[in-house]
């Protein structure tokens, strides 16, 4: 048989070897895709086992009904949902609560409500063992919602601040005033002296019905804390311009006002020859005798007291309010003026008058007494 092969022709001995050789690159690539097929198909079976449970889970289509509770619940129970929570985040929470009786039902009701992924973090007054459908509902009420809200007015002094938080957050009065009396767990910045007055943010604040007097008033200082930081105010003056813009707070109420105010403190601090460096505010008197408001008596005018700015010039020795951040910015940098006194002469408008000489702020009190004349209800509660 070799004999015949050795006599075929050389093109025809090339052919037959070519042919021989493409046999077994064929046999070699099909092999290869053979075991390139079968290991594609072997992940994708392996994938599918390991996702069919999670799959089956949610879908539910292992033809069972998954398990709930009937109706909307028995005792309330308070629910924290933390931030970025999915729905099966949420499901998982409200069955270990016992909320809802499994993680599969919320999962079917959620899915079925385009409103559910509206749902916020946050704490929710719930009812153990409702429906699934019915702790929906209830997380999309905002009535639900479980947060006390807790608002602080500006110019609100810190022990206003105190039975505020006792009022609405239940807390026991003597434990709050503790802790203004020793607040070295209120993150305090050392410019402070250890006093919490005027380091409180009056702001809205949302606290979860567990929330400690501790942690309340360390919210508030560390919102006051991040507010000075983002106006640029150097540390080193953080509290002398809290304590001006307090007064200024406690003073006038209309903020196309709160720099000339500012600027009149400033110049009264300086002044060695009208005033004497004596405020002479009415505000610090107060303030000094434990009001918030109302005009000083004779005898509260005598006061002997650091903050009665009508013995003692220059500044208090701290702030006697928490003002606002606007407040502080404009007392920080107040307009250039040679005002000494100012006066509202409309306390409807808020209309005030300044001026640099006693003579004309006389005039301007007489102005105000026109107005109180002739709107004796009004200028009796102001």
Same mark, same amino acid.
């Given at each position: 048989?070799?004999?015949?092969?050795?006599?075929?022709?050389?093109?025809?001995?090339?052919?037959?070897?070519?042919?021989?050789?493409?046999?077994?690159?064929?046999?070699?690539?099909?092999?290869?895709?053979?075991?390139?097929?079968?290991?594609?198909?072997?992940?994708?079976?392996?994938?599918?086992?390991?996702?069919?449970?999670?799959?089956?889970?949610?879908?539910?289509?292992?033809?069972?009904?998954?398990?709930?509770?009937?109706?909307?619940?028995?005792?309330?129970?308070?629910?924290?949902?933390?931030?970025?929570?999915?729905?099966?985040?949420?499901?998982?929470?409200?069955?270990?609560?016992?909320?809802?009786?499994?993680?599969?039902?919320?999962?079917?009701?959620?899915?079925?409500?385009?409103?559910?992924?509206?749902?916020?973090?946050?704490?929710?007054?719930?009812?153990?063992?409702?429906? /699934?459908?019915? *702790? +929906?509902?209830? $997380?999309?009420?905002?009535?639900?919602?479980?947060?006390?809200?807790?608002? =602080? !007015? #500006?110019?609100?002094?810190?022990?206003?601040?105190?039975?505020?938080?006792?009022?609405?957050?239940?807390?026991?009065?003597?434990?709050?005033?503790?802790?203004?009396?020793?607040?070295?767990?209120?993150?305090?910045?050392?410019?402070?002296?250890?006093?919490?007055?005027?380091?409180?943010?009056?702001?809205?604040?949302?606290?979860?019905?567990?929330?400690? /007097?501790?942690? *309340? +008033?360390?919210? $508030?200082?560390?919102?006051?804390?991040?507010?000075?930081?983002?106006?640029? =105010? !150097? #540390?080193?003056?953080?509290?002398?311009?809290?304590?001006?813009?307090?007064?200024?707070?406690?003073?006038?109420?209309?903020?196309?006002?709160?720099?000339?105010?500012?600027?009149?403190?400033?110049?009264?601090?300086?002044?060695?020859?009208?005033?004497?460096?004596?405020?002479?505010?009415?505000?610090?008197?107060?303030?000094?005798?434990?009001?918030?408001?109302?005009?000083?008596?004779?005898?509260?005018?005598?006061?002997?007291?650091?903050?009665?700015?009508?013995?003692?010039?220059?500044?208090?020795?701290?702030?006697?309010?928490?003002?606002?951040?606007?407040?502080?910015?404009?007392?920080?940098?107040?307009?250039?003026?040679?005002?000494?006194?100012?006066?509202?002469?409309?306390?409807?408008?808020?209309?005030?008058?300044?001026?640099?000489?006693?003579?004309?702020?006389?005039?301007?009190?007489?102005?105000?007494?026109?107005?109180?004349?002739?709107?004796?209800?009004?200028?009796?509660?102001?």
């Amino acid at each position: 048989m070799s004999e015949l092969f050795d006599e075929l022709p050389d093109s025809k001995k090339r052919t037959e070897k070519n042919v021989g050789a493409r046999r077994v690159d064929q046999r070699k690539k099909l092999r290869r895709t053979s075991l390139v097929l079968f290991l594609a198909v072997f992940l994708i079976v392996c994938s599918a086992m390991v996702a069919w449970p999670h799959v089956r889970d949610l879908l539910n289509l292992n033809g069972s009904v998954a398990e709930d509770y009937a109706g909307e619940g028995t005792e309330p129970v308070v629910v924290m949902i933390p931030e970025n929570s999915t729905g099966a985040d949420i499901g998982a929470i409200l069955v270990g609560s016992d909320v809802v009786a499994s993680q599969e039902a919320f999962i079917k009701a959620y899915n079925a409500d385009r409103r559910a992924s509206s749902i916020q973090a946050g704490s929710y007054a719930l009812k153990r063992q409702m429906s /699934a459908s019915a *702790a +929906l509902a209830a $997380m999309l009420d905002p009535s639900s919602r479980a947060e006390v809200s807790v608002t =602080i !007015p #500006e110019g609100f002094t810190t022990q206003q601040v105190a039975a505020r938080l006792v009022n609405v957050m239940g807390y026991d009065a003597a434990d709050v005033d503790a802790l203004l009396a020793d607040p070295a767990s209120l993150g305090l910045p050392a410019q402070a002296g250890g006093n919490v007055e005027g380091w409180i943010a009056p702001l809205t604040y949302q606290f979860t019905p567990d929330t400690t /007097a501790e942690q *309340a +008033l360390s919210t $508030m200082v560390g919102h006051r804390v991040s507010e000075m930081k983002e106006t640029g =105010i !150097p #540390e080193d003056q953080w509290q002398r311009t809290i304590t001006v813009a307090s007064i200024v707070e406690r003073e006038v109420n209309w903020p196309e006002y709160y720099g000339q105010v500012a600027r009149v403190i400033e110049n009264r601090i300086a002044d060695t020859s009208e005033v004497g460096g004596r405020l002479q505010m009415d505000s610090t008197v107060l303030y000094a005798v434990g009001k918030t408001g109302g005009v000083p008596t004779k005898a509260e005018l005598e006061t002997d007291s650091p903050y009665n700015t009508y013995l003692n010039p220059g500044l208090p020795p701290g702030p006697i309010s928490n003002p606002s951040l606007d407040v502080i910015k404009a007392s920080h940098n107040p307009p250039a003026g040679d005002w000494l006194y100012f006066v509202t002469v409309n306390f409807d408008t808020g209309e005030t008058k300044f001026s640099n000489n006693l003579q004309q702020h006389n005039v301007y009190v007489e102005q105000l007494r026109e107005w109180i004349a002739a709107n004796p209800q009004e200028g009796q509660d102001g």
